[in-house]
């Protein structure tokens, strides 16, 4: 049986600036992984994709994809305050001719989790001028983003504020506080830079702007709804609401979790988890699509992330396959989908560790080789008949 996508659907693949490019010496995340070598592993070189993003994109394009998201850096860009790197500009403006070149429609992220050193630690976004500097920063941004269709603002807002949440408990001298909801006094400065930063990119740029958040696809226990309807709120659903004016939401998914009456329930420990430790739940995406939709209404959705971690590459096949006829099943319900983008295009960092592999693609770390998996030529083939 064969199941089509709709006309115009974006397939692609996802990276970001931080996980591929190597060497972002200002930005905080560098930083953070000197000032916690050992815990945290460093990023150093990454897989050099700042050099080699056409040979990034020439293996997107060549096994029939039609779109590329990728990030541009606020650190390169504002290495200090209020100094914009010309060259660096010019750098991201070529990556955004190599894509369209090649025949792949560039979906832009302007904040992947980084920034400027000079703007802080956990401390960043709390600061009274943080909404107003972001909006300077894409008000540069901008300069080079003319005929770029997709533009996300800021990537998992959520995760963000987890991440800077937790990041102050340490700097109080508090113990790391795993498993933390996201911090809404930081979610909600988050939602006020997105809410100033999405007019001008829409002014100045003339793109579908919106921005990406993590879903987790909570699900109640039984007795457990009303802590579900609370975390949920938390985790995602404020974040969900600040998209209802926007030109579409960036779903990102990758498994799923029940919420009982005291929270959310840890993944039990499972020979089937991936190298994330999460459960296998390739079922997560058209939870977390049909969630979103709940919440944002008729709002365009792109699934800007899903992927696993695994290395048995069979296995990352099958998990997209269950994932992909969720997706076209909740499509045929009505709900507007306009793509689908792997996480990730290439086997890079995550976020302090090597050793979870979610590409299409693997990378010889000491030489930059790249070596195309089974599951990019698998994906590149739904990719060009538009159709399980």
């Known amino acids: 049986m064969t199941r089509p996508f709709p006309d115009g659907f974006l397939w692609g693949a996802a990276t970001s600036a931080h996980q591929t490019e190597g060497n972002n010496l200002n930005s905080d995340w560098w930083k953070l992984e000197q000032d916690m070598a050992g815990p945290i592993q460093p990023s150093g070189d990454a897989v050099d994709s700042y050099h080699r993003y056409e040979q990034d994109m020439r293996l997107l ?40 070149r ?44 003319d005929g ?7 990537n998992e807002p959520n995760v963000l504020a987890v991440n800077h949440g937790a990041l102050a408990e340490v700097a109080a001298g508090r113990p790391y506080p795993f498993n933390a909801l996201p911090d809404t006094k930081i979610g909600t400065v988050l939602i ?3 809410r100033a930063a999405a007019p001008l990119v829409r002014q100045a740029t003339g793109a579908k702007v919106g921005w990406t958040v993590a879903n987790q696809a909570l699900v109640p226990a039984p007795g457990g ?27 990102q998914s990758y498994t799923s979790q029940l919420v009982d009456e005291n929270g959310i329930v840890p993944h039990p420990e499972r020979p089937g988890n991936t190298l994330m430790g999460w459960a296998y ?17 008729d709002v365009p959705i ?74 990019l030529a698998w994906l590149g083939s739904v990719a060009r008949a538009n159709a399980l």
């Open 61 to 100: 394009a060549d096994a029939g994809f039609n779109a590329y998201r990728f990030s541009i850096e606020w650190a390169r860009i504002e290495p200090v305050p209020g100094t914009f790197s010309r060259a660096e500009l010019a750098h991201y403006r070529r990556m955004i001719d190599t894509a369209q």
């Open 102 to 145: 090649l025949g792949l429609t560039p979906v832009v992220t302007l904040h992947h989790f980084t920034h400027p050193v000079w703007l802080g630690a956990h401390d960043a976004w709390l600061r009274d001028d943080a909404v107003d500097l972001f909006a300077r920063y894409v008000e540069q941004a901008c300069t080079i983003l």
């Open 148 to 154: 770029v269709e997709w533009i996300c603002t800021i």
């Open 192 to 194: 006020e830079a997105h």
């Open 225 to 251: 709804e009303a802590k579900h309807a609370e975390v949920q709120h938390i985790w995602e659903d404020m974040y969900l609401e600040a998209s209802r004016d926007d030109d579409f939401v960036g779903v």
């Open 281 to 297: 739940r390739p079922d997560a995406l058209a939870i977390a699509v049909r969630h979103t939709r709940n919440v944002v209404g």
């Open 302 to 375: 792109v699934v800007t992330e899903n992927g696993i971690a695994t290395t048995d590459d069979e296995r990352r096949i099958a998990y997209t396959t269950t994932a992909l006829q969720g997706l076209h099943a909740a499509i045929d319900d009505g709900i507007d989908v306009r793509g689908y983008l792997h996480w990730s295009l290439l086997d890079n960092v995550e976020w302090g560790r090597w050793e979870p592999t979610f590409g299409l693609v693997a990378v010889d770390r000491g030489t930059f080789e790249r070596r195309a998996k089974p599951s």
